[in-house]
């Protein structure tokens, strides 16, 4: 998968950065300085393209999933940060997962899907990935949520049934509530990095 890696600090987590639908590696490393300068990023492009956009699963329609190609792309993603742990020599098991919308989404299905696949992770305008699922143990894992409360993309129960569904595996859900629709704002990176400081750093 086409990617930016940079090394921080040693003991410091790997930020995975995952962009949203027509983003790029480059949209979140300042996004990732802001939440923590000394940490490693694994910025990751999506490898499906929908209209020339770079996104990390493919959609029947919006807010539509192809479960498909969900699942199969989940795993692909997964398997990559553990051949990026090989090669770059980081710690597999203090990767951080920092999504927006599409990726947000991608980085929830992870979670889904693969037990330890990340230590905690912070999304933005996340939907839930899969419905009717079980999912693995997340014991004491902590999520931070930004979500609109007018996200058009995203409604609010939507945010809500995510949360709720990480709790009901285990773990720790914090949402953070804006009002600007489905962008990601400088008020909810803020947010994201204190919650981080507090619970993931």
Not at 2 to 11: L, N, T
Not at 15 to 33: F, N
Not at 78 to 92: K, N
Request: some cysteine.
């Amino acid at each position: 998968m086409k990617h930016i890696f940079r090394e921080g600090k040693p003991d410091a987590p790997v930020l995975l950065l995952l962009h949203g639908t027509g983003g790029t590696e480059e949209d979140l490393l300042e996004v990732a300085k802001l939440i923590d300068e000394d940490a490693s990023v694994l910025s990751v492009r999506g490898n499906v393209s929908e209209n020339g956009m770079p996104r990390f699963f493919r959609r029947l329609a919006e807010g539509v999933f192809d479960e498909e190609d969900l699942i199969h792309r989940t795993k692909e993603l997964y398997d990559f940060i553990d051949e990026s742990a090989e090669q770059y020599g980081f710690d597999r098991s203090n990767v951080i997962a920092v999504g927006y919308s599409n990726g947000a989404n991608i980085a929830a299905s992870l979670m889904f899907h693969y037990a330890g696949a990340l230590k905690g992770a912070l999304l933005h305008h996340p939907m839930v990935p899969r419905k009717g699922v079980e999912l693995p143990s997340l014991n004491e894992q902590h999520v931070f949520i930004g979500a609109g409360a007018n996200d058009p993309i995203c409604p609010a129960e939507e945010t809500e049934e995510l949360s709720r569904l990480l709790e009901q595996a285990g773990a720790h859900v914090h949402i953070q509530w804006e009002h600007n629709g489905h962008q990601l704002t400088i008020d909810e990176v803020q947010g994201a990095a204190a919650y981080y400081e507090q619970h993931l750093k």
